[in-house]
Nanobody, 121 residues
């Protein structure tokens, strides 16, 4: 069974930094896109950043210049380095992977369990 395990959330003061990690484990043939989403209370889940297997990245306008997404393809792991954090970055952050378990199987989206990031003013 494939699963995503996230770590690195926590409480930080405004202006501080956190690094999130998400590791995929299980039977995996290929992961083409890994991404981070977040959901604040009362708001819809939104894309924060994504990274293809080739290293192409995409960021939400609200985090450009502050957050950096990176991948270790050999370890099926994605990271999110978050700097200059703001109170409005407070949310549950979810890892997402678009993957196939076997060469002959279809790709699907898998979600992690989420990790809380709280930024105090």
């Amino acid at each position: 069974q494939v699963q995503l395990v996230e770590s690195g959330g926590g409480l930080v003061q405004a202006g501080g930094s956190l690094r999130l990690s998400c590791a995929a484990s299980g039977s995996i043939f290929r992961i083409d896109v890994m991404a981070w989403y977040r959901q604040a209370p009362g708001k819809q889940r939104e894309l924060v950043a994504s990274c293809t297997s080739g290293g192409t990245t995409n960021y939400a306008d609200s985090v450009k210049g502050r957050f950096t997404i990176s991948r270790d393809n050999a370890r099926n792991t994605v990271y999110l380095q978050m700097n200059s954090l703001k109170p409005e970055d407070t949310a549950v952050y979810y890892c997402n992977a678009h993957l196939a378990e076997y060469s002959y199987s279809s790709y699907y989206h898998l979600w992690g369990q989420g990790t809380q990031v709280t930024v105090s003013a």
